[in-house]
Structures are given as C-alpha cells and as structure tokens.
C-alpha cells in the first residue's frame, strides 16, 4: 500500500462503524474500544505514518493526510463520555440502514458491543459530571438499545442474536447507573430546563477544548487565539443580523393582526400558526421534489443518479439530532447514497421545512457528489469534514430565500420557476407575505448559528454553565430558552462542531458573492463546491476563493486501482 491507502487503513481500523458505513468494509464485527492498549498502537501507528508522509506527490492529499492524522490523535486524546455507546448505537443503526440485521455476522457485532459498553462503564464510572452532560450519555443509551432492539425484533427465531440482545440490554442499564438522576430521564424540554436549573454548577473548561478547534476541526491553526476568535465574530454577526430581525418584525407583525411589540419568539410561532403544516411526510416530499427541480436548474448541477432518499427520522433518534439529519452511506464504493431524515414534530411550519429541507439536502449532495468526483482522502467521515459541508449547506438556505424573492419581480417565470413560487402561496400577495416571513426565519436560522458558536465557545471554555448561556441567549435575542436548547443541546458532546456552521458558512457567502461580481454563478461555484471533497478547512477555504476566480480546483480521478481489496480507492492514483 502507498501512504495514501496507508492513512486510510488506519481510518477503517480506528473507527470500524464508519468504515462500515463507508462500504470499505462489507461487514461489522466490533464497534471498536479505545482500550488503554489500542489507544497507546493507535499513537505508534500515527507517529509511523506522520514519518512517510513526504512519499505523498500531491500536496493537498499530503496536507489533508497530515491533518487527519493529528485529528486522529486528538480525537483518541480528548474522548468524550457518551462517544464510545454512541458509536455503539450508530453501529447498529447503520446494520439496520443498510438491510444487513439478518447477516451472520451481526450477532457478534451485538456480542461485542456489551463488551464495549462493559469498558466504557469501567472508564467512567469514577468521573463527576454535570446534569446536562449525563443527560447526553443517557439519550446515547436510548438511542443504542432502541437499535439493538430493532434488530432484535427483526430476528424473533434467532437465539444467538436474542441472547446477544438480553446481555446488551444489561450492560446498558449498568452504564446508565451512572448516569442517571432523579427526573433525567424525561423527554420534556421545560421540565428538563427546570430540572438543570436547580443543580447549576460553577462552569469548568471542557478537557482538550480550545485545542480541538484546531486539531480536530481545523478551524485554525492556533489553538491558543482560535475560540476567541470565533466568539468575536458570532457576536458581531448575531448584533448585525438582529438588527434586520428587528426591522422585519416590525414590518411583519401587523400583517399578522399581532401586537407591534411582539417578541421575537413570539412572533415566530406565530408564522408558524399562520404556515402550520397538518400532514408534515407527504408534504416534505413535495416541497423536496419541487426545491430539488428548482436546484438543479439554477442552483446545484446534480444527476439523477445521485441519489438522496428522504425518510422520517426514526423515534428514538429525535433526541440527537436538530429538526433534520443527512446520513452518508456507500461513499467510498461506486454508489454512493444519502438518506435525509426529517423530524415531523420539528417540521410543524412549511416556512421551518424549507429552510431545513434544503439545507439537508445540501448535505446529501455534497456527499453524493464528491464521493463520484473526489479521491477517498477527501471523502473519509472525519471532524475535517464538517466545516466545509454544514458551511455550504448554511449558505444554501439562504440562497433558496434570495431566489424566491427575486422570482417576484421576474414577469417570465418558466414552469420550475412557478412551481417553486407557489410554494409560498398561491397568489402574489400571499407569496410576498411568505416571503417576507421566510427572510425572517432565514435570518433567525443564522443567529440560531451564530448562538451555537457562542455556545460552543462559552460553555467548553468554561465562561459560563450551559444554563448561564441559555439565559444570555434568550436576553439577548428574544428566542425561547427551549428553541436554543434543541439548537445547542446536542452538540453538547461533539465540542468543536457547533462553530463550523456560521465561521465556514459566512466564507462560503463571501466567496460565492465575489464570484457572482466576476462572471462565476452560482450553479457552477455551487456545483464544484460539492464536487471538490471535504479538504481540511484552513486549505478548504481557500479552495473556496479560488472557485470564485474561476479556477477550477475540481481533479478527476479516474485511475482504478485497488485498496486493501477494496473499491475505495477507484478515485485516486
């Protein structure tokens, strides 16, 4: 193997789900433990590799691999406490995913995973932890034994998989006595606010934090001036961007027959009344279908054959994730696929829908498209990934909102045009009205970033307690303390990820306007955007620039060669 095929064998054993996931590997044996013993070979095998990596010709596949592996380093230095179950329950949510619950194998993946549920309880069981952070390690346990409990449905004549299942089971509720406390385990978001209200501790620094923004995410090369970097700039777009929610408040609010002092969040359940979706499934299936046309005519050139399957996100996910998911699977074989999920409880207001639709749908495309155009280096399922594709996606609601606007004062709309404005009302008073709100949400959306950011920043570095951050944010912007706990929550466990929307997602906005001022549109910034892979962002972003030049930094690797006999590597020499 080359250094390349290296690198991303070293991939495919530190993190086996993903591998799985990616199609490298064809089967799912172990979820893999990061035993004192693994983690010391891990760090001999990256040190290893780190000395080979001048015998890569390419210079960016050579920096994107330097990266990796000091993001591989960082994440086994730096673990966080629901990570190692939570790997578990992605396991078996993607032998679900892709149809294998009936294969030979799966039973010892279940099998091995008590055993890591076993070491996780070991390796935890002397911490103290906040009430939120427990409260991340409890809904990771729902979300595995949910899982396993689905597969096991699935093989009711099945003794070794039903035996699996039971010793699972046992080992969950043995990891979840550590975490559990009295009233935690509700799913109630008020009663959950109140409960952490009344056990708030002196905020504490999140170990490995700030460092894991820069060797984990790669928003900067400097560790030490990264986070208060990120909080200066979220404050000053979240001030700039509240000002036009002011504004547009004002204007909105007697179109809706409300007060003229109505606040913000106030004001937003109330569109979201005026726009309340009663069937939420058989309408996002719509709204994709026309959004989806409507895109690839002016905004993403995409094939039929890249496909994004849109699914109701299953029950026991909706404490993970926001009010939409995209999941990549297959993206490192010849047929790579995504599947978006949608929260129909979170989906409620058609306006809500079409901001989260399309910017998942971002997502799923981005994966599709730079797994077909991309070498493996650039396709792995790493923190390097997030700021480039969740920047792109950000920017993309916002170019939906722009379009719609600018289709009202077009008189020759052709019939994909129509068809998207009519999303927004059937006549041009009721569009300009939805329009008008739908600048409001889109903006609101962007603060909601820019509070993660802050959040991020805050709370790991330990300048305030999450329940302090909760009570700024709503002072500050008017959004319910609810709204910015489904926001925030989740990214609890992942410190690092919540900033790689609004820093990348304002890059993204900036490069593809001077591009529009340089004869480069938008379908092809947008398209080659998706199709270039997910580079480390302190080289991604200038990947970004040079599009808007009109300098293509899209290689086609046609070249097909093998990779640890598999079809991963079918992209790359």
Not at 133 to 145: F, P, Q, R
Request: glycine share 6%; hydrophobic share 40%.
């Amino acid at each position: 193997m080359n250094v390349v095929e290296q690198v991303i064998a070293l991939w495919a054993r530190l993190y086996p789900v993903r591998s799985y996931t990616s199609g490298l590997s064809t089967e799912l044996t172990h979820p893999g433990a990061e035993t004192p013993e693994f983690v010391q070979s891990a760090f001999a095998e990256i040190d290893a590799l780190e000395d080979k990596l001048q015998g890569i010709t390419d210079p960016d596949q050579r920096f994107t691999a330097q990266r990796l592996l000091v993001s591989f380093r960082t994440s086994l230095r730096f673990p966080q406490p629901s990570q190692g179950i939570h790997t578990c329950g992605d396991g078996a949510f993607y032998i679900l995913l892709k149809g294998d619950q009936q294969a030979p194998w799966v039973a010892t993946y279940l099998e091995s995973v008590s055993e890591v549920i076993a070491f996780e309880t070991r390796r935890w069981k002397d911490e103290h932890f906040s009430l939120e952070i427990k409260k991340t390690c409890l809904n990771s346990a729902d979300y595995l034994t949910a899982c396993a409990d689905s597969i096991r449905k699935q093989n009711l004549h099945g003794p070794t998989i039903q035996a699996a299942c039971k010793r699972l089971r046992s080992q969950v509720g043995k990891y979840k006595a550590l975490f559990r406390a009295p009233g935690l385990e509700t799913q109630d978001v008020t009663a959950l606010l109140a409960l952490f209200a009344t056990q708030d501790q002196a905020p504490h620094r999140t170990p490995g934090y700030p460092e894991v923004l820069a060797d984990l995410y790669n928003l900067s090369s400097d560790a030490s001036t990264v986070a208060p970097t990120i909080k200066k700039r979220a404050q000053q777009w979240l001030a700039q961007d509240m000002v036009i929610v002011s504004q547009l408040t004002q204007e909105i609010a007697p179109q809706l027959g409300s007060p003229h002092d109505i606040g913000t969040q106030a004001l937003w359940d109330a569109i979201g009344v005026r726009y309340a979706v009663p069937d939420v499934m058989p309408l996002a299936h719509q709204v994709a279908t026309v959004c989806n046309e409507f895109a690839a005519v002016h905004l993403l050139d995409f094939s039929s054959s890249e496909t994004v399957l849109l699914q109701e996100t299953p029950s026991y996910m909706t404490p993970l994730i926001t009010g939409g998911q995209d999941l990549a699977i297959d993206y490192l074989t010849d047929q790579p696929k995504s599947h978006l999920y949608l929260t129909p409880e979170k989906n409620t207001s058609l306006l809500t829908m079409l901001n989260i639709l399309v910017h998942e749908f971002s997502h799923g495309f981005n994966f599709v498209s730079s797994a077909r155009y991309a070498p493996p280096l650039l396709n792995l399922d790493t923190p390097l990934q997030v700021a480039m594709t969740e920047g792109m996606a950000l920017y993309r609601e916002f170019e939906y909102y722009q379009a719609a606007a600018d289709l009202l004062d077009q008189p020759d709309r052709d019939s994909v045009e129509e068809a998207y404005l009519n999303l927004y009302g059937a006549t041009t008073e009721e569009q300009t009205l939805a329009i008008q709100c739908a600048r409001l949400e889109t903006y609101l959306w962007r603060i909601a970033r820019y509070l993660r950011a802050i959040f991020d920043v805050d709370v790991h570095m330990g300048e305030k307690t999450y329940m302090q951050f909760l009570d700024w944010a709503n002072s500050t912007t008017g959004l319910s303390r609810e709204f910015i706990h489904g926001e925030c929550f989740s990214f609890l466990s992942k410190p690092g990820y919540a900033p790689c929307y609004a820093i990348p997602g304002r890059v993204f906005e900036d490069a593809q306007q001077f591009g529009l001022r340089h004869a480069v549109s938008s379908m092809a910034f947008n398209t080659d955007a998706s199709k270039m892979g997910f580079y480390p962002w302190s080289l991604g972003e200038g990947k970004l620039w040079e599009l808007a030049r009109n300098r293509s930094v899209v290689k086609l690797y046609q070249t097909r060669v093998g990779c640890c006999d598999s079809p991963a590597t079918k992209r790359y020499q």
